[in-house]
């Protein structure tokens, strides 16, 4: 039996949400694929191909977080089938991400921060556009997110995570519409070197 102890595996959004379903009951990877969906979690992390679950499973397992269950669920033909559960340092470790994650602010460098530090690369009534486009796109994703909250019947305390996106999806439109604002108003303006016009993409 593995004793609980820090682990040296670098924390993973799918890692946590898998120890997190394992600390609920011992389960295979095609079912921990089917319930992922079902909750919604595959719009926070990244299961499209079950290779990645199997992928992570194969790293916890290999650092003492997960164990398999019983000899004879080892199929190589059927490896979806092999079921799994946590082990006490896996609950430790799971504790310990999920501590991390809800309290520290990491050093990410997402991609909308570098775009707009060089926004002065086209002239201000483009990057009005552009702006407008991404709203366009903003708007998009929370109709999306409100109509697929309304086919999950399960208790709030799951769909967290859809909260945090729609109130920050919601935040970014509305700065970004003030900052639209204040180019258009010419309150936020500069000189552009030449570059090409917008153009957006004719929808598909």
């Known amino acids: 039996m593995t004793t609980p102890g820090k682990s040296s595996m670098r924390p993973t959004a799918l890692g946590l949400v898998v120890l997190g379903?394992?600390?609920?009951?011992?389960?295979?990877?095609?079912?921990?694929?089917k319930?992922?969906?079902?909750?919604?979690k595959d719009k926070v992390v990244n299961v499209?191909?079950?290779?990645?679950?199997?992928?992570?499973?194969?790293?916890?397992?290999?650092?003492?977080?997960?164990?398999?269950?019983?000899?004879?669920?080892?199929?190589?033909?059927?490896?979806?089938?092999?079921?799994y559960r946590i082990t006490p340092a896996g609950r430790q470790t799971a504790i310990?991400?999920?501590?991390?994650?809800?309290?520290?602010?990491?050093?990410?460098?997402?991609?909308?921060?570098?775009?707009?530090?060089?926004?002065?690369?086209?002239?201000?009534?483009?990057?009005?556009?552009?702006?407008?486009a991404r709203i366009t796109t903003i708007e998009h994703t929370l109709n999306e997110l409100r109509?697929?909250?309304?086919?999950?019947?399960?208790?709030?305390?799951?769909?967290?995570?859809?909260?945090?996106?729609t109130r920050g999806l919601e935040s970014e439109a509305a700065w970004l519409g003030e900052v639209r604002h204040d180019i258009e108003r010419g309150e936020l303006t500069w000189t552009a070197p030449d570059a090409p016009p917008y153009e957006p993409e004719e929808p598909k």
């Open 21 to 33: 379903m394992l600390i609920e009951q011992p389960m295979h990877v095609y079912r921990m694929q």
């Open 35 to 40: 319930l992922i969906k079902e909750r919604g």
């Open 96 to 132: 310990d991400w999920l501590t991390a994650m809800v309290t520290e602010v990491p050093d990410e460098f997402p991609q909308l921060p570098a775009a707009l530090s060089v926004l002065t690369m086209v002239a201000p009534d483009t990057a009005a556009e552009l702006i407008t």
């Open 147 to 165: 109509s697929e909250r309304g086919g999950y019947e399960v208790p709030r305390i799951y769909l967290l995570e859809d909260e945090y996106r």
């Open 48 to 83: 499209r191909q079950r290779t990645s679950l199997h992928q992570v499973i194969d790293r916890l397992t290999t650092h003492g977080l997960v164990e398999q269950v019983g000899e004879g669920d080892a199929s190589e033909n059927y490896p979806s089938r092999r079921s």
